[in-house]
């Protein structure tokens, strides 16, 4: 799957931007294969926290979002201005490649 200037293979979890290796976390490549499955759609912390975490684990709304930073500080020209993985107020992220 390539977004701008970055290539990512799920199946070996890799990333490669700009010919340099990403280093995202198991989670962070599950995080981001949910969005690419939802591209474009409104998708919510809690459907993260089910997709990604499971059930009989409790992390917090909370921990989605300091992920979401931390994948952004990876695939975004800037992450204080995000183009990929924008913010729904109240509602979630959605994806934009």
Known sequence: YTIDAIHVDFKKQEAIKNNKA?????????ILKVFVQHEGEVVTRNMLLDKVWG???????????????SIRKKIEANASKPKHLITVHTSGYKFIK
């Not at 990403?22 to 599950?30: I, N």
């Not at 059930?55 to 930073?69: G, S």
Request: hydrophobic content about 35%; aromatic content about 16%; overall charge neutral.
């Open 22 to 30: 990403l280093k995202l976390s198991s989670r962070e490549f599950q």
């Open 55 to 69: 059930y009989e684990n409790f992390p917090t709304t909370r921990t989605v979002d300091n992920f979401i930073l």
